[in-house]
């Protein structure tokens, strides 16, 4: 195995001392400009690069920055968004030479440990915090340890979560109610930078499509229970559903964790009511599939007797037969905007709010209006 080059190494081909070598590696005074730049040549030409542990120790930065997973890991393998999303964050990360620190954990207390570890090793500069939650520990932690983050999505409050309703998402939502009630209200700490998706607009789009074709029964397929985006999906697709009079027996959420063995399980079980739906709402495009291929296997036509729309636009939409109608959304976009605030956050600016660009709807093939007898 090839040895790294040292400060020694580049001293002696250099044909200067040690205490040079640190002095221009360092941009501190003590060598002349001639020589600090022969000093750099001769470290690039060696691979040279600083060490990360020593570098931590001195104060200086460590020139990554971090993103743990807290989700079943057989989901992130079939599931584009997290692939985008980190695309978009490595497209920022890799023009400011700044690295990505990787990990995927078992739930959110084995995040939490892992900022823990990273604060106290100096292994990151800061990180990017996906999956907001209900009654989120994260927020507190990383504004305890003053170790700086993003969060991709925004928390809700304790509260916000109780008004979700239970976890099929069958919350109170009488058809009768005079007005819809408020989409949650947000209550991020003030020291932390996030980057928001209007994740309850682009459900509103969804759920206007489907009532303008005549659907009335409407069932959401959503994601993990706990999330905050999967709360604001399934308030809105109440709140939405109540504004036209239409009440929890009629349009509801069931949840998931997104894999496509649960997509196509729950697909089988609403779809065995004696009511079924006539239109199917995924959280997202591998879990949309799956119940395309439920469907067809139980001899249930698409677009003809059920219609189906994905929440997330994939190659995966785009190729099934029928084409998925889905919500496009810039996701690569979405990672760009959070390593963007977070660069910017380690530069010196105050933290801040970062708004996406909303998701639009793309009608194909997949949503028609319902049979005339339902």
Same mark, same amino acid.
């Given at each position: 195995?090839?040895?790294?080059p040292?400060i020694?190494?580049?001293? *002696?081909?250099?044909?200067?001392?040690?205490?040079?070598?640190?002095?221009?590696l360092?941009?501190r005074?003590? $060598?002349?400009? %001639?020589? =600090?730049?022969?000093?750099?040549?001769?470290?690039?030409?060696?691979?040279?690069?600083?060490?990360?542990?020593? =570098?931590?120790?001195?104060?200086?930065?460590?020139?990554?920055?971090?993103?743990?997973?807290?989700?079943?890991?057989?989901t992130?393998?079939?599931?584009?968004?997290?692939?985008?999303l980190?695309?978009?964050?490595?497209? $920022? +990360?890799?023009?400011?030479?700044?690295a990505?620190?990787?990990?995927?954990?078992?739930?959110?207390?084995?995040?939490?440990?892992?900022?823990?570890?990273w604060w106290?090793?100096?292994?990151? %500069? !800061?990180?990017?915090?996906?999956?907001?939650?209900?009654?989120?520990?994260?927020?507190? +932690?990383?504004?305890?340890?003053?170790l700086p983050?993003?969060?991709?999505?925004?928390?809700?409050?304790p509260? #916000?979560?109780?008004?979700?309703g239970?976890? #099929?998402?069958?919350? &109170?939502?009488?058809? @009768?109610?005079?007005?819809?009630?408020?989409?949650?209200?947000?209550?991020p700490?003030?020291?932390?930078?996030s980057?928001?998706? %209007?994740?309850?607009?682009?459900?509103?789009?969804?759920?206007?499509?489907?009532?303008?074709?005549?659907h009335?029964?409407i069932?959401?397929?959503?994601?993990?229970?706990?999330?905050?985006?999967?709360?604001? *999906?399934?308030? /809105?697709? *109440?709140?939405?559903?109540?504004?036209?009079?239409?009440? &929890?027996?009629?349009?509801?959420?069931?949840?998931?964790?997104?894999?496509?063995?649960? !997509?196509?399980a729950?697909?089988? =079980?609403v779809?065995?009511?004696?009511?079924? &739906?006539?239109?199917?709402?995924?959280?997202? #495009?591998?879990?949309?599939?799956?119940?395309?291929?439920?469907?067809?296997?139980?001899?249930? &036509?698409?677009?003809?007797?059920?219609?189906?729309?994905?929440?997330?636009?994939?190659?995966?939409c785009?190729?099934?037969?029928?084409?998925?109608?889905?919500?496009? *959304?810039?996701?690569?976009?979405? !990672?760009?905007?959070?390593?963007?605030?977070?660069?910017a956050?380690?530069?010196g600016?105050?933290?801040?709010?970062?708004? /996406?660009?909303?998701?639009?709807?793309?009608?194909?093939?997949?949503?028609?209006?319902?049979?005339? @007898?339902?």
């Open positions: 195995m090839a040895r790294r040292t020694k190494d580049i001293a *002696r081909q250099a044909g200067v001392s040690e205490s040079a070598v640190s002095f221009a360092n941009d005074p003590g $060598v002349s400009q %001639d020589t =600090r730049a022969r000093i750099r040549r001769v470290a690039e030409e060696l691979g040279w690069q600083p060490n990360s542990a020593a =570098r931590a120790l001195s104060g200086e930065r460590s020139g990554a920055v971090g993103l743990v997973l807290a989700r079943p890991a057989h992130l393998g079939v599931e584009s968004f997290f692939l985008q980190v695309s978009g964050i490595q497209e $920022v +990360l890799s023009a400011a030479r700044t990505l620190l990787f990990q995927v954990v078992e739930d959110i207390d084995a995040e939490c440990a892992v900022y823990r570890r106290a090793e100096r292994r990151v %500069d !800061g990180v990017l915090v996906v999956d907001p939650r209900t009654s989120d520990p994260r927020p507190a +932690l990383l504004e305890g340890l003053a983050a993003v969060t991709i999505g925004e928390a809700l409050s509260a #916000d979560g109780a008004a979700a239970p976890g #099929d998402g069958r919350g &109170p939502a009488p058809a @009768h109610s005079p007005a819809p009630s408020p989409a949650p209200s947000v209550t700490l003030a020291t932390l930078s980057v928001r998706a %209007d994740d309850a607009g682009a459900m509103a789009q969804v759920l206007e499509h489907l009532y303008g074709l005549g009335r029964r069932v959401h397929i959503a994601g993990l229970p706990g999330l905050a985006h999967t709360v604001r *999906r399934m308030e /809105s697709l *109440r709140t939405e559903a109540a504004r036209r009079g239409l009440g &929890p027996d009629q349009v509801r959420s069931v949840v998931t964790d997104y894999s496509d063995a649960e !997509g196509a729950a697909t089988r =079980r779809l065995a009511e004696p009511d079924p &739906p006539t239109a199917l709402v995924y959280d997202n #495009d591998v879990m949309a599939v799956a119940g395309s291929a439920v469907a067809a296997e139980l001899g249930i &036509p698409v677009p003809g007797r059920l219609s189906i729309v994905a929440w997330d636009d994939s190659a995966l785009r190729v099934t037969h029928p084409r998925l109608t889905a919500l496009v *959304r810039d996701t690569a976009g979405f !990672g760009r905007l959070a390593a963007e605030e977070l660069l956050v380690l530069a600016s105050p933290p801040g709010v970062r708004i /996406s660009e909303r998701p639009r709807l793309e009608p194909r093939e997949s949503t028609a209006p319902p049979p005339a @007898h339902t």
